[in-house]
């Protein structure tokens, strides 16, 4: 029976072409799509095939490392163009040919990093990086390499990186227009949030089984989303959780809300963000039931003991507790598009 590591050293020894490959794996997860085999399958989190993935990764980072120190200011344009020119080798092998994960998730940032300092150099005559104004060509140039780096190896987490820097385009292309962006910045964060929450749904309903990469990308692009989302939310509700009541109960209700949206798309960080915030609303309701100090030691104790217990409950019972919400929901047609649950306790 042949396994993804086959394929991968099929494609290594031109056997047959990532095409090909890619198409294999899409024919095979088609014919595993039954409901029976979907249920239970977890968000995956995939960075290391093995201790050999973290070896070459850190000799990325050194390489990566190494080319970033030795740029010297007479000749910073040519050394940037070759350290991209490097990396994109590397990711051609490593990445398109190898298929490891971690050092392809080290060279996007690297390249990322390298097309932004490639632009700052070319203007650097009239570029002053203190203004985040006029960083809107080096970040959008950082936005269209891991465009190009996502578009020809599709690695999902590009589009983690991709998403950061199109945000800091935005932010930056704001503030060039005049708009101070800086006093918007709750909303900007919020709407771009949703924006690409809702993309990574896109990609969460074109894979409900979670057997491709398509589902790879929704989870990275949740993982941006997340913090974008309820970050702004708690600086609506409550500007200090942990110093008034009402600010800690819209706290409490906010997390609820979201932890329900967590069960029924299946992503879990929209609740590890809003946990976060959450210690603020328990430690204000520590100092009013014990009259302790919320930063002393009792409060820090209840707080971390309560947090721990209801994010171990939660991992323990998600499918559990997500297969009686799901079976709760009356059967809409928004319903078929969400992950597969437990049709029985």
């Known amino acids: 029976m042949l396994k993804q590591k086959d394929l991968e050293a099929a494609v290594g020894a031109g056997i047959i072409s990532q095409t090909q490959a890619d ?52 000749y910073q344009v040519p050394l940037f163009i070759l350290s991209i020119v490097a990396m994109w080798g590397l990711a051609e092998y490593l990445t398109g040919g190898l298929r490891l994960t971690a050092p392809s998730i080290v060279i996007s940032i690297f390249l990322a990093i390298f097309a932004f300092w490639a632009v700052a150099a070319v203007f650097s005559d009239v570029l002053d990086l203190k203004n985040f104004d ?45 708009l101070k962006a800086k006093d918007w910045s709750a909303w900007i964060a919020l709407g771009y949030g949703l924006i690409v929450f809702a993309v990574a749904m896109w990609f969460d309903s074109s894979d409900r089984e979670r057997l491709t990469r398509r589902a790879d ?38 997390t609820g809300v979201l932890a329900l949206i967590a069960l029924l798309i299946d992503r879990r960080a929209l609740v590890v963000v809003a946990l976060s915030y959450l210690g603020g609303a328990i430690a204000y309701g520590v100092t009013q039931v014990t009259g302790a100090s919320a930063s002393g030691s009792t409060g820090v104790l209840f707080t971390l003991v309560f947090l721990g217990g209801v994010v171990i409950a939660l991992g323990v019972g998600w499918r559990r507790i997500r297969g009686g919400l799901m079976r709760a929901i009356p059967d809409i047609s928004f319903k078929h598009n969400l992950p597969p649950y437990a049709e029985k306790s």
């Open 23 to 74: 198409g294999l794996n899409d024919f095979a997860a088609a014919r595993r799509k039954p409901r029976s085999f979907a249920v239970g399958r977890d968000e995956r989190f995939r960075l290391l095939g093995g201790f050999n993935d973290f070896f070459i990764a850190v000799g990325v980072v050194l390489l990566g490392i190494g080319l970033l120190s030795g740029w010297s200011e007479a």
């Open 217 to 254: 990308s929704g989870f990275w692009l949740h993982l941006i989303a997340a913090p974008l989302i309820v970050h702004p939310l708690v600086s609506f509700v409550a500007k200090d959780p942990a110093t008034s009541g009402a600010g800690a109960l819209l706290i409490i209700g906010m």
């Open 134 to 178: 006029l960083w809107l060509y080096p970040v959008s140039a950082a936005t269209l390499m891991t465009a190009l780096h996502y578009l020809r190896f599709r690695l999902p987490f590009s589009l983690f990186v991709g998403a950061f820097t199109l945000l800091l385009a935005i932010i930056s292309g704001a503030d060039a227009l005049g």
